[in-house]
């Protein structure tokens, strides 16, 4: 930067968000193709609950008059009574609160890659310019061949893992260029980014630590660098625990998970083979859901008669009995459930295609909204889904090449390779826990494996004007 100059972000910004939210319109072309936002199942259940919390608070700030709802106080049963299992709170009302235009959930995707950008917009200096040939040349590439469109057009919070990345980049060095309000900007994005689903938390958990560990050892470590990290976390944790008690009497920071965990160690064998010996003993409550535990995560949790046939209470007590579980089945087969958490690892490494996304066929209001499966049918309609599994593959190596390319030519300067470094750290991260602990799966690696090409772009266009 040139010394005296003004160092702020210049795209972090009214303007900028303008242009974000017009390249969000533009990347979402999948839309277009299939006539429809893209989603999955939960794409639904995220709905729902933010409509129900919405009656809740409405209830809550407008109660109906004593007496006034059909005798005994008017109330009937709240929306959360015998609510099993839940997602996240803040997206699922986030989702439903921006659905509701004519655009239905095309908005909720355009904002939530608009949000994203704008952190992104972060690493444009006052001095830079760009080469706009190669913008142009690779912009095209990264909308015609890359994962990133189809999480632009994707209802669900997977695009705001790739914000956590980008902020725990901004962490490392561009927080001391921003201004006072850009700072407050980033922070309310990266908190709602870590608050969209409850894995992100541990995601931000470690790449924010992982930026502060940076800075502490290149003697940056400032306190407001520290405060930074520290409160989307903390704000992220406290919606859902005051959420969580006011919703359920229960206050929790991940309230009513599914036990995914549990049911990842089951199929890897571990925690199988741990209830199949205890069970008779122990009194588990998953016990009394299955006859004989299956190996399946997919029938534990998905399938009628897996945790879906189980009642509040028995979920409830399932969640309790987890971590018990788990450390006795690690403790008894240490070797085993070490090995299946590598090996789901590496597997999510290497997972890249447009698996898990799927045409949302009717938007909400629509006769059938609520009780709607996604079929399988809805993909066979549109083969560009099934085409691009095997596009966004090539996509990615070729920003890969790209990036050891510059690499190789020297064209990193110090920030750019700290930004190289997060990236590849958070996608290690990522994959360990949402591969390692959860269930390898493409959405997982493609959501945020965008960014390799998108970096590639940046740095082989780029020109500074000013000595950084």
């Given at each position: 930067m040139i010394p005296g100059s003004d160092t702020r972000p210049p795209f972090v910004s009214f303007a900028g968000a303008a242009i974000a939210l017009g390249l969000a319109v533009i990347l979402s072309w999948p839309m277009l193709a299939v006539t429809a936002p893209m989603g999955y199942f939960d794409s639904f259940s995220y709905y729902q609950t933010g409509q129900a919390a919405i009656e809740m608070i409405r209830g809550v700030l407008f109660p109906p008059e004593a007496g006034g709802g059909g005798g005994g106080g008017g109330g009937g049963p709240a929306p959360t009574d015998g609510i099993r299992n839940l997602r996240s709170f803040s997206y699922a009302v986030f989702l439903f609160v921006t659905a509701q235009t004519p655009l239905k959930m095309v908005l909720s995707c355009w904002i939530?890659?608009?949000?994203?950008?704008?952190?992104?917009?972060?690493?444009?200096?006052?001095?830079?310019?760009?080469?706009?040939?190669?913008?142009?040349?690779?912009?095209a590439g990264i909308l015609a061949v890359t994962t990133l469109p189809w999480f632009a057009s994707y209802a669900m919070p997977d695009i705001f893992s790739a914000a956590i990345l980008l902020y725990g980049a901004v962490l490392m060095r561009r927080l001391d260029l921003l201004g006072v309000w850009q700072v407050l900007v980033l922070i309310a994005i990266a908190a709602l980014a870590v608050i969209s689903h409850y894995g992100h938390q541990p995601l931000a958990v470690a790449v924010f630590g992982l930026a502060l560990l940076w800075r502490l050892v290149q003697r940056r470590l400032s306190l407001l660098s520290v405060v930074a990290a520290v409160v989307p976390i903390a704000a992220a944790m406290s919606i859902n625990l005051v959420a969580s008690a006011v919703v359920l009497d229960s206050p929790s920071i991940t309230p009513k998970r599914m036990p995914i965990l549990l049911a990842r160690s089951i199929e890897d064998g571990p925690a199988r083979w741990y209830l199949n010996d205890n069970c008779a003993t122990k009194k588990y409550a998953i016990c009394e859901i299955f006859d004989e535990i299956p190996a399946d995560l997919g029938e534990i949790l998905w399938r009628p008669t897996g945790l879906k046939s189980a009642t509040s209470e028995q979920m409830d007590r399932i969640r309790a009995e987890e971590r018990e579980?788990?450390?006795?089945?690690?403790?008894?087969?240490?070797?085993?459930?070490?090995?299946?958490?590598?090996?789901?690892?590496?597997?999510?490494?290497?997972?890249?295609?447009?698996?898990?996304?799927?045409?949302?066929?009717?938007?909400?209001?629509?006769?059938?909204?609520?009780?709607?499966?996604?079929?399988?049918?809805?993909?066979?309609?549109?083969?560009?889904?099934?085409?691009?599994?095997?596009?966004?593959?090539?996509?990615?190596?070729?920003?890969?090449?790209?990036?050891?390319?510059?690499?190789?030519?020297?064209?990193?300067?110090?920030?750019?390779?700290?930004?190289?470094?997060?990236?590849?750290?958070?996608?290690?991260?990522?994959a360990a826990i949402f591969g390692g602990l959860s269930e390898p799966a493409d959405r997982y690696q493609s959501r945020l494996i965008w960014l390799l090409p998108v970096l590639c772009l940046f740095i082989a266009s780029r020109r500074r004007t000013g000595a950084s």
């Open positions: 939530q890659t608009a949000m994203t950008f704008l952190v992104l917009f972060a690493f444009i200096d006052p001095g830079d310019r760009f080469r706009m040939a190669w913008v142009a040349a690779g912009g579980i788990l450390r006795e089945a690690f403790l008894t087969y240490p070797g085993q459930q070490t090995w299946s958490l590598m090996q789901n690892f590496f597997i999510q490494l290497k997972e890249v295609g447009t698996g898990e996304i799927l045409p949302l066929m009717l938007s909400p209001g629509d006769p059938g909204w609520a009780e709607m499966k996604i079929e399988t049918s809805d993909a066979d309609r549109f083969p560009v889904l099934e085409i691009y599994d095997s596009v966004v593959i090539y996509g990615t190596l070729a920003g890969v090449a790209g990036l050891a390319v510059l690499w190789l030519q020297g064209r990193f300067d110090r920030e750019e390779r700290e930004l190289l470094l997060i990236c590849l750290a958070g996608i290690c991260i990522n």
